[in-house]
């Protein structure tokens, strides 16, 4: 599959100072497409054949619920998306009711488990699932594709950096032997191993002294940098970026 270049994104979220920069790149990109959905597209027919094919995960309808813009469009593409739902489920339930008076055979037990299945797979489809992980595969790509060209020096930038989450990591890895090849990626895994030490290493550190502050022995001890260490290790260690009110 072939992804479009989007540098700009990449670099701003490489100035700033961030333990994962695709944790960054998919909480705005997230943030993006909730509006999106909530926006004029609301009453584009084909976003909504698109919304009463697939709906969204738990998560996203929260996440739409939440943000508290257009509970009307919210409430009118949720009308129609179990409308679709309802008439998907129709005909094997009109057969289980049906199967389900002839008494407890096996037959019955299977269609019960293929409902229950249909039933699970309307819950974890989603539009914006989908077009998420698109989009953090074309940013992936776009990191891979900076470090091959060392496009403005970005192989250092990359280098400074606190490498990923434990959550993105493994996608660019995996992405790598396809973009790089020969001493490009032998350096690039040496880069980005190096800092993930170094990342999670400090981190530790910081934990640690975070812990220690509540001792009261330690009140008037600086913070340092662990005040906020609670929030980036929980961040490396599930790629969910953790705010204080």
């Keep these: 599959m072939k992804y479009e270049l989007e540098t700009i994104p990449i670099w701003d979220t490489y100035e700033e100072d961030h333990e994962c920069p695709l944790?960054?790149?998919?909480?705005?990109?997230?943030?993006?497409?909730?509006?999106?959905?909530?926006?004029?597209?609301?009453?584009?027919?084909?976003?909504?054949?698109?919304v009463n094919k697939k709906g969204f995960c738990p998560g996203h309808f929260s996440r739409l619920f939440a943000s508290r813009?257009?509970?009307?469009?919210?409430?009118?593409?949720?009308?129609?998306?179990?409308?679709?739902?309802?008439?998907?489920?129709?005909?094997?339930?009109?057969?289980?009711?049906?199967?389900?008076?002839?008494?407890?055979?096996?037959?019955?037990k299977k269609m019960a488990i293929d409902?229950?299945?249909?039933?699970?797979?309307?819950n974890t489809s989603c539009m914006i699932c989908d077009r998420l992980d698109?989009?953090?595969k074309r940013y992936t790509f776009t990191i891979l594709?900076?470090?091959?060209?060392?496009?403005?020096?970005?192989?250092?930038?990359?280098?400074?950096?606190?490498?990923?989450?434990?959550?993105?990591?493994?996608?660019?890895?995996?992405?790598?032997?396809?973009?790089?090849?020969?001493?490009?990626?032998?350096?690039w895994i040496k880069a980005t191993v190096e800092n993930q030490q170094k990342s999670m290493e400090r981190l530790e550190k910081e934990i640690f002294w975070y812990t220690q502050k509540f001792d009261y022995q330690n009140n008037d001890k600086p913070w340092g940098?662990?005040?906020d260490a609670l929030n980036r290790v929980i961040q490396k260690l599930t790629g969910i970026i953790q705010r204080d009110e």
């Design 115 to 122: 409902y229950s299945r249909l039933l699970a797979s309307g």
């Design 145 to 187: 594709y900076l470090w091959k060209k060392d496009d403005q020096g970005f192989r250092r930038k990359y280098s400074e950096s606190k490498g990923f989450c434990t959550c993105h990591l493994p996608g660019i890895l995996a992405m790598a032997p396809d973009v790089l090849s020969g001493s490009t990626y032998a350096d």
């Design 225 to 227: 940098t662990s005040k």
């Design 134 to 136: 698109y989009t953090l």
């Design 69 to 108: 813009k257009n509970r009307h469009g919210l409430g009118l593409i949720s009308h129609t998306h179990m409308k679709a739902r309802a008439a998907s489920l129709e005909g094997i339930e009109k057969r289980l009711i049906a199967r389900s008076r002839f008494g407890r055979g096996e037959s019955l």
């Design 23 to 50: 944790c960054i790149l998919e909480q705005k990109a997230e943030q993006g497409y909730i509006d999106f959905y909530l926006g004029s597209s609301v009453m584009n027919p084909e976003t909504r054949v698109e």
